[in-house]
């Protein structure tokens, strides 16, 4: 049984540019998170999608965006890279229900910006 | 909003135990959940509660106290793998349920 899996393992950008990345949920999982962590930092909450809708948003500006597939998969948009934006970016899939919070993170991808 | 507090690093010996501390502020606390993250790697689930009292895991437990709005994770026997970053993460009904992360404990296991 795959986990999450993530895609690319690390990537190089320069400001101003803009990134897609991918996350592919654990088996039978319908809900996926995205976070980004700063080094030496926590995971801090971008945003989540169910059914293909974006369902909870943390504090970061439009310029993150994603989207959910109809097969559960997600991309993390990013566009108009700032220094700040370099993370890693951490996908976590799971089922909808607060009640029970086990999440499966992805390895992340990190992300440098030049 | 919510805010979480736990010791930024702890250095143990092979065998001991090691308590890492959560304190948070929350408007409408729902649930605290443990993760460790190892070095380059994801954060992988540890334990969870929602009430208060003990909950057992093998070697390792979780705490919680609504009423002191606090928590603990309890690592015993420690192993050298146990070397890793803890992190505790609340839940908050005022928060649409969102998972917010503490910074971090970083256990640093010595022969």
């Known amino acids: 049984d795959a986990g999450v899996t993530q895609s690319p393992t690390h990537l190089i950008k320069t400001r101003g540019q803009q990134v897609t990345l991918r996350c592919s949920p654990k088996s039978g999982h319908d809900t996926v998170s995205w976070y980004q962590q700063a080094l030496g930092q926590g995971p801090q909450f971008i945003f989540q999608y169910y059914e293909e809708e974006e369902r909870q948003r943390g504090n970061f500006p439009d310029r993150f965006s994603g989207h959910q597939f109809p097969n559960y998969s997600s991309e993390l948009n990013v566009n108009a890279l700032l220094l700040g934006d370099s993370a890693l970016y951490l996908c976590?899939?799971?089922?909808?229900?607060?009640?029970?919070?086990?999440?499966?993170f992805g390895p992340g991808t990190r992300l440098t910006v030049l | 909003g919510q805010s979480l507090e736990q010791p930024s690093e702890v250095t143990a010996v092979e065998g001991a135990i090691v308590q890492i501390n959560c304190t948070y502020q929350?408007?409408?606390?729902?649930?605290l959940s443990w993760y460790q993250q190892h070095d380059g790697g994801a954060p992988t689930f540890l334990s969870y509660?929602?009430?208060?009292g003990l909950e057992e895991t093998g070697r390792f437990s979780s705490f919680l106290s609504r009423s002191d709005s606090y928590g603990y994770l309890l690592l015993q026997e420690l192993q050298m793998k146990d070397s890793a970053s803890y992190f505790c993460a609340v839940r908050d009904r005022s928060n649409d349920y969102k998972l917010s992360f503490g910074a971090g404990t970083t256990v640093t296991v010595r022969a």
């Open positions: 509660n929602a009430l208060d």
């Open positions: 976590a899939s799971s089922f909808l229900d607060p009640g029970t919070d086990t999440q499966y």
């Open positions: 929350t408007s409408g606390f729902y649930g």
